[in-house]
């Protein structure tokens, strides 16, 4: 929906669970000096500024990225991709998923491909301003990684993140990564979800395990980062995932049960 803009959530306890494992994710195959594509169909704006007024409006960093920095020591590929960012554009600032991609991707002997969509039309002038080089398309994303399915290189990863504000995104989900899928089969599909108080994630996530059985399933859960609020817990689903995937999320899972709210 073209209401929704991630600066208010940015540097969440949903991001820490997201970027943590993503960040790994492009760091594992980075290591292969094999080219790689990179598709994300919600990029976002990019670069979020934590000190701003919508990021302290809900205070979300400061429970989420600000209150579990020590979880990651400076080898850990999340952190690298943290200090990128801030030794770039100052402390304040936090990377959305495409310059967490970004901090990975080669663009020297081996060339990786790079594939963002954003419909919200000031989402997208911050995207194209935070990342100049990227392939940049106004578009609805889950088509945009239809139409260039399979991509090449056929080695790569598909983040796929809508903002989950209505109940189509949840029912369009399955569908979508069935057909991604069928056309990409080598691709690694990441998607991640909110877990909301009201449930409504539930008959989705049934739907993924009954469809990826071998996915790496990884849900955490934390307490709401203001009361009232919704989302208590954040989700992934991972297609194809390669090998020691499931070792980083129990890794961070085991970092999330210690938190408040984080049983249950």
Same mark, same amino acid.
């Given at each position: 929906? %073209? $209401?929704?803009? @991630?600066?208010?959530? #940015?540097?969440? /306890?949903?991001?820490?669970?997201? !970027? =943590?494992?993503?960040?790994?994710?492009?760091?594992?195959?980075?290591?292969?000096?094999?080219?790689?594509?990179?598709?994300?169909?919600?990029?976002?704006?990019?670069?979020?500024?934590?000190?701003?007024?919508?990021?302290?409006?809900?205070?979300?960093?400061?429970?989420?990225?600000?209150?579990?920095?020590?979880?990651?020591?400076?080898?850990?590929?999340?952190?690298?991709?943290?200090?990128?960012?801030?030794?770039?554009?100052?402390?304040?600032?936090?990377?959305?998923?495409?310059?967490?991609?970004?901090?990975?991707?080669?663009?020297?002997?081996?060339?990786?491909?790079?594939? %963002? $969509?954003?419909? @919200?039309?000031?989402? #997208?002038?911050? /995207?194209?301003?935070?990342?100049? !080089? =990227?392939?940049?398309?106004?578009?609805?994303?889950?088509?945009?990684?239809?139409?260039?399915?399979?991509?090449?290189?056929?080695?790569?990863?598909?983040?796929?993140?809508?903002?989950?504000?209505?109940?189509?995104?949840?029912?369009?989900?399955?569908?979508?990564?069935?057909?991604?899928?069928?056309?990409?089969?080598?691709?690694?599909?990441?998607?991640?979800?909110?877990?909301?108080?009201?449930?409504?994630?539930?008959?989705?996530?049934?739907?993924?395990?009954?469809?990826?059985?071998?996915?790496?399933?990884?849900?955490?859960?934390?307490?709401?980062?203001?009361?009232?609020?919704?989302?208590?817990?954040?989700?992934?689903?991972?297609?194809?995932?390669?090998?020691?995937?499931?070792?980083?999320?129990?890794?961070?899972?085991?970092?999330?049960?210690?938190?408040?709210?984080?049983?249950?």
């Amino acid at each position: 929906m %073209l $209401a929704y803009q @991630h600066v208010f959530h #940015a540097g969440n /306890l949903a991001d820490v669970h997201k !970027h =943590a494992a993503l960040a790994w994710l492009m760091d594992y195959m980075a290591a292969k000096p094999k080219p790689m594509t990179y598709i994300e169909t919600h990029a976002g704006r990019g670069l979020y500024d934590l000190s701003g007024p919508e990021a302290q409006k809900t205070g979300e960093a400061q429970a989420g990225i600000a209150a579990v920095n020590d979880w990651f020591d400076a080898a850990d590929p999340y952190a690298r991709a943290l200090s990128q960012t801030r030794a770039q554009y100052g402390d304040v600032f936090y990377p959305g998923s495409p310059l967490i991609a970004q901090a990975f991707l080669r663009r020297g002997d081996v060339q990786d491909s790079y594939h %963002l $969509a954003e419909l @919200h039309p000031a989402e #997208a002038d911050h /995207l194209e301003r935070a990342l100049p !080089h =990227a392939r940049i398309r106004r578009e609805d994303g889950p088509q945009m990684a239809l139409s260039i399915a399979p991509p090449t290189p056929r080695r790569g990863v598909a983040v796929i993140d809508p903002s989950f504000e209505g109940k189509a995104d949840y029912d369009a989900m399955p569908k979508f990564l069935r057909a991604l899928h069928k056309k990409w089969n080598v691709g690694v599909l990441f998607l991640w979800y909110p877990i909301l108080t009201t449930g409504v994630q539930g008959a989705m996530q049934r739907q993924l395990r009954g469809d990826w059985p071998d996915a790496v399933h990884s849900t955490v859960r934390f307490a709401p980062a203001r009361p009232g609020h919704g989302m208590v817990g954040s989700g992934l689903c991972i297609i194809n995932p390669p090998w020691g995937m499931a070792d980083r999320m129990a890794w961070i899972e085991a970092r999330f049960a210690a938190l408040p709210g984080g049983q249950g």
